[in-house]
């Protein structure tokens, strides 16, 4: 039997490295690795620096700026192409060295104050524009000739009628308020009390308000106001758009429509003459903006906002204004008035209705509708010694109430007739 031989000797697994010893194990190439300890403690988490082991919290945990907060931003230089990249960085660097050091807060803080002149001459801070006003006298009026007022003179008719019997106008019971119109019914003409006063009054044109009306767009045409005139002496005739034709106040008027005349202007009286001009601040009209306020240190704002510091009022100061201003109005009192002679002026205001202005206190309303014809005359008496109020207006301007900001409801009432017409016509030449 032959002999077999043994087996050769197999070799001895080596034994299973503990966790400890990991890092020195090799495979081929020499791996060798960071001890535990060497690691970092620390880790990024959002903008925050955390502990890489939660059961290690650190006491202050460090908190990362974003990079915007440690750069100049010049706010006033529009943004530049990449291409002028070199020239904005030396521009930020000369703004930079022209800012003295009280103005740099920190990181990209300025101070900035209204009252510093020095952004004033940068112009960071806007100034309010001057321009010269002039100062005029409101005195009281009169009507001219009270005993011939058409309404009062009517008032116990109460009603009259076209023959046709639609209504023509009506009449209040004291003849201090009525109402004429048209033979479709509409209104033509309203006396009004303004702010609920017989001695405030107020004349109101409408045009011929056709139901029927449409445009090419099928948009009905609003109400139009043609005309209005007050217990002030002021009046303003309107074309269909709301535009000012012809206007006058109690001092003087002005004629704007070609097809009433050339452009002109006439003086009633030489009470405002020589006129005392004066200047005045304009407001830029800035809307509010309440990111801006974050600009604003609050304590440099004293003076411009309503808080508990408050300017102490120089009474001498305003003892001398009061005694100039009785100064002035008691020279205006004992100034005698010369009236001025003016061309008549005949205004067409639409197919019924015509002004007729001859001088201050005879302006006659004439209203025709087949044989029916009215005759009104809104003509004023200026009393020269008795001065009510004093306003502040443009050099070059003849204004009247319905050129400004509307006080009072009746006014506001009539400003919005005329923006909506003026709306209406924009609408129709688009």
């Not at 990991?22 to 690795?33: D, E, F, P, R, Y």
């Not at 209005?228 to 002496?233: A, I, P, S, T, V």
Request: glycine letters at 4%; one cysteine or more.
């Amino acid at each position: 039997m032959p002999k077999i031989d043994p087996l050769p000797e197999l070799p001895v697994r080596p034994p299973k490295p503990r966790r400890s010893d990991a890092h020195l194990i090799t495979a081929g190439s020499t791996l060798v690795c960071t001890p535990h300890d060497s690691l970092p403690r620390v880790m990024i988490r959002g903008t925050r620096m955390v502990s890489r082991d939660q059961r290690m919290k650190t006491k202050d945990p460090i908190t990362l700026e974003p990079i915007l907060f440690k750069n100049q931003i010049q706010c006033v230089t529009p943004v530049e192409s990449s291409s002028e990249t070199s020239k904005t960085s030396s521009s930020s660097e000369s703004l930079m060295e022209e800012m003295p050091k009280s103005r740099l807060m920190g990181k990209g803080i300025t101070k900035y104050a209204l009252s510093k002149k020095e952004f004033i001459d940068k112009g960071w801070t806007m100034l309010p524009t001057t321009k010269i006003m002039r100062r005029m006298n409101i005195y009281k009026m009169e009507p001219a000739n009270p005993h011939f007022d058409w309404f009062k003179s009517h008032a116990h008719k109460r009603a009259m009628f076209y023959d046709t019997r639609e209504i023509l106008a009506e009449i209040n019971e004291n003849g201090c308020g009525g109402k004429w119109f048209y033979k479709n019914g509409s209104v033509a003409l309203h006396y009004c009390n303004s702010q609920g006063r017989s001695d405030k009054y107020r004349y109101i044109i409408y045009d011929l308000n056709e139901d029927d009306y449409v445009d090419v767009k099928n948009t009905r045409r609003p109400l139009t106001i043609l005309a209005c005139f007050d217990y002030l002496g002021n009046g303003v005739v309107y074309d269909q758009s709301g535009n000012a034709r012809i206007k006058y106040n109690q001092s003087e008027g002005i004629i704007i429509d070609n097809k009433i005349g050339a452009p002109s202007k006439w003086k009633w009286h030489s009470l405002n003459d020589p006129p005392v001009l004066q200047n005045v601040y304009m407001d830029n009209k800035v809307t509010d903006d309440s990111l801006l306020q974050n600009f604003i240190i609050p304590d440099d704002l004293m003076i411009f906002n309503n808080d508990n510091t408050s300017k102490e009022v120089d009474e001498d100061m305003l003892a001398i204004e009061f005694e100039n201003f009785v100064r002035g109005k008691a020279q205006k009192i004992m100034q005698k008035m010369t009236s001025y002679k003016i061309r008549m002026k005949a205004v067409k205001i639409n197919d019924f209705f015509s002004l007729r202005i001859i001088d201050q206190e005879n302006i006659y309303i004439i209203f025709r509708n087949g044989h029916i014809h009215f005759k009104l005359n809104i003509g004023m008496h200026l009393k020269s010694n008795e001065i009510i109020d004093t306003i502040t207006v443009d050099v070059a301007e003849v204004s009247t109430p319905y050129d400004f900001v509307p006080e009072t409801k009746s006014l506001s009432d009539i400003h919005e007739v005329l923006r909506c017409m003026q709306n209406f016509s924009k609408s129709r030449h688009r």
